[in-house]
């Protein structure tokens, strides 16, 4: 069975600081994952996906994301972080498209 | 272009009532999926479609149904609202093979 796991609840940092959003997934074959970025009363916006090929991403607001088969992992990290960034994050892996339960990230000044 | 499409966007419900959700996509997507968020859980899949005339289900069924009679429409259905579907609903569509999702801007359900 597939399933993701968000073992961060919630995260503060600092504006300016790094960030490293964590996702681990279980799937049977090949795993097609997702990041996606909620912002409060809003729908979900697609911040980067890995099909195939290299293992770095790049997505959208200067996200990356590493996919890493022997850890089963697929690592959210952004180099500074921005005030604009506090929001919800999404980690999805594809067969169904089955989410983990998110990580709040909240920004401080 | 719209893209996915829910009506209503919210909806207060009294206990036992029934009512249904639309989703509607025009990017002539196969496959279609319906979610709920509740704070802390993320979003868990309801149930979902693959084609038109086919519905599966999900993570969490119960309570709900779902029909596509129409490739760009997906349904879902409460026949006995309890408060424990008050949540926020989530629908979604995309092509066959490995590609990304759509999610319409949701629909926010009370139910009372």
């Known amino acids: 069975a597939q399933s993701v796991t968000q073992p961060d609840i919630h995260i503060t940092v600092s504006e300016g600081a790094s960030l490293e959003l964590r996702c681990n997934y279980s799937?049977?074959?090949?795993?097609?994952l997702f990041w996606y970025v909620q912002s409060p009363g809003q729908g979900l916006q697609l911040l980067l996906k890995?099909?195939?090929?290299?293992?770095l991403v790049q997505g959208i607001k200067g996200f990356e994301a590493e996919f890493k088969r022997s850890q089963s992992s697929f690592n959210l990290r952004k180099p500074s972080v921005h005030w604009s960034d506090a929001a919800e994050y999404f980690c999805a892996v594809q067969g169904n498209l089955i989410f983990g339960k998110g990580t709040k990230l909240s920004v401080k000044p | 272009n719209a893209g996915v499409t829910q009506t209503p966007k919210f909806r207060v419900l009294k206990t036992g009532q029934s009512m249904t959700l639309l989703c509607a996509q025009d990017m002539n997507h196969e496959y279609m999926y319906w979610y709920r968020q509740d704070p802390g859980m993320g979003l868990r899949l309801i149930h979902y479609?693959?084609?038109?005339?086919?519905?599966a289900k999900g993570e969490v069924p119960d309570g709900y149904n779902v029909s596509r009679l129409k490739k760009q429409n997906f349904l879902l259905g409460l026949e006995s609202a309890a408060p424990s579907q008050t949540s926020v609903y989530f629908c979604?569509?995309?092509?066959?093979?490995?590609?990304?999702?759509?999610f319409g801007q949701g629909t926010r359900l009370t139910v009372v």
């Open positions: 479609s693959v084609g038109e005339g086919t519905t």
């Open positions: 979604a569509s995309r092509s066959p093979g490995w590609t990304e999702a759509f």
């Open positions: 799937y049977g074959a090949t795993p097609y």
């Open positions: 890995y099909f195939s090929g290299d293992t």
